[in-house]
């Protein structure tokens, strides 16, 4: 994806400084307190966490997987496709997202592991994911797909793609991201589904139709 520098420095700043700020709270989620990328081909993106966007505490303790995930699920929010491509538009969006899965579908944090808004910002969505991903080794059980929150991780993409397509900003995020959550876990660009091919819906509509696209410019980013 292509970034602006100054965007990517500024971001990159505010995340750092909610991690220091939460890292006695993610050493709950297993590992040392260093939570560097696995060493790998694949840049790590520019990542919001919990702390930065202003995330609610989860109601209850989330639950760790012993396990890597074998699978990148992709969705779509459903939410209005937004012109506001803006930083400040993608952690207001965390943070709805967040309130209609705790608020109204009583779930105990945010569904989905991570949120790539249609600026291309990456925000972590349920807690301790973003921690895991980073060592590698666990995941935390979602709420996204059902028969798959225990082995997959779920990607939302903010916006409503039944007839149009993302942005190509958020296309362009979605690859790098989706490249290194395949680097870091070990999972094949081959293993990256929809939503719809698990349970009865329309989600990710168009954003299904093109992931033979999106696993082959994975797998160029892996190097294969």
Known sequence: MSVPLPRRAVLRGAVLLGAAAGVTALTQFGGDRDARAVAGAVDQPTIANCATW???PPSSAVSIVQSRPNKIII?????????DYSLAYAYQNSRDIQNLHMDTNGWIDSGQHFTNSRGGYLTEGRHGSLYALLHGQTM?????????NSQAIGIENDGTYLSVQPPQAQWDS?????????????????EIYGHKDFNNTQCPGLLHDR????RSAVAARLGG
């Open 54 to 56: 202003g995330a609610r």
């Open 75 to 83: 969705h779509h929010t459903a939410f209005p496709n937004t012109t």
């Open 140 to 148: 935390v059980q979602g709420a996204h797909c059902v028969g798959q």
């Open 174 to 190: 979605l690859i790098w991201f989706c490249a290194f959550t395949c680097q870091q876990y070990g999972i094949p660009s081959s």
């Open 211 to 214: 992931l033979p696209e999106l």
